[in-house]
């Protein structure tokens, strides 16, 4: 606990019927009504604290949001982690980072953290962890707030780290460990940020460079940043973050989707060294990669409406020949799998 308990709120949870489902998380996605202020260490916090789930961040409260979910499996059947809490949360706990570490105490097992630009099949990834039984969560968003975040030069640099760790630790105690935490594509700008706060492995996630841009382009189209300059950038910046990544000594591992594709073991080999595959494992795998992991969503197959036509392609092969980091490709061995 905090070494002087803090003052905490208990609340009620509405979501607002104007919320963007695939939108970032903010603290005002839920109206909050009857609320009650205890201490951060009172009971009723602490005796169920492995049932409250990171939502969002009140930096100039100096506050996190904590949907509360008695059952483990609230968050099966959907994609990602914060629609399942927009869904489902009634009540939730509002702690002040100084709580965090004390609430949320290091367990010394470190989580893995999946890395991607998008369309490089993490969610597929996300799916073949559940279907083994391995601790894991898709998207919380809680780590998205670190991406917006890096513009605001009056952060204090301790409270990111706080809040970190106290995410990661709480999504451990709910789901279990070692913990494995697929995150959204915009992340990977917080790569290296999340990976000292956490001390976590990380994987990266690519795919072949034009079937990425073809895909990314049939799933979201002309939006503002699937330009061709655009889509060359990110891919390019995915490649630095991996260097900045190996370069500070966290040993990131990289896995390329094709390969997850011919082998059902791949990514397990990645995120947990060794792992042994049981017969009804090797089934549930091949049961997964049967169906479309984003199915029902807009950016499923089924939802995929636009094409690339030849000239925008010839225009991003263009872009990224102006952008290719090839020092890195060839350090990393990487220039003819992209």
Not at 160 to 185: C, D, M, Q, Y
């Amino acid at each position: 606990m905090a070494r002087h308990p803090v003052p905490a709120e208990l609340v009620d949870l509405v979501l607002r019927p104007d919320v963007d489902p695939y939108a970032f998380v903010a603290m005002d996605d839920f109206s909050t009504s009857g609320s009650t202020t205890c201490a951060s260490d009172d009971p009723r916090i602490v005796h169920c604290r492995n049932d409250l789930v990171p939502y969002a961040v009140d930096w100039k409260r100096r506050q996190l949001l904590f949907t509360a979910h008695p059952a483990r499996d609230f968050a099966h059947g959907h994609a990602f982690l914060y629609q399942a809490q927009r869904e489902q949360a009634k009540r939730g706990v509002l702690l002040s980072f100084d709580a965090l570490p004390g609430l949320f105490p290091d367990s010394g097992v470190r989580p893995t953290f999946l890395f991607s630009i998008g369309r490089c099949g993490s969610t597929l990834a996300a799916d073949l962890l559940d279907a083994v039984d391995m601790a894991s969560a898709s998207e919380p968003g809680v780590y998205e707030q670190f991406v917006a975040g890096r513009r605001m030069a009056w952060l204090n640099r301790s409270d990111r780290a706080i809040v970190l760790r106290a995410t990661t630790r709480a999504l451990s105690g709910f789901l279990g460990e070692p913990l494995v935490v697929k995150l959204r594509s915009q992340c990977t700008l917080a790569a290296q940020e999340i990976a000292r706060a956490t001390q976590g492995r990380c994987v990266m996630i690519l795919r072949a460079l034009e079937p990425w841009a073809m895909s990314t382009y049939r799933a979201f189209g002309k939006w503002p940043d699937n330009r061709p300059d655009e889509l060359a950038w990110r891919y390019a910046k995915a490649i630095k973050v991996f260097h900045a990544l190996a370069r500070e000594g966290h040993r990131p591992e990289l896995v390329w989707y094709e390969d997850m594709l011919r082998d059902l073991s791949v990514l397990l080999r990645a995120v947990a060294a060794g792992q042994d595959l049981s017969e009804a494992q090797k089934q549930a795998l091949a049961a997964t990669y049967g169906r479309d992991s984003q199915e029902g969503l807009s950016i499923g197959r089924a939802g995929s409406r636009s094409t690339m036509c030849t000239d925008i392609l010839s225009e991003f092969r263009h872009q990224w020949e102006r952008l290719a980091p090839s020092r890195l490709l060839e350090r990393y061995g990487i220039a003819d799998r992209v």
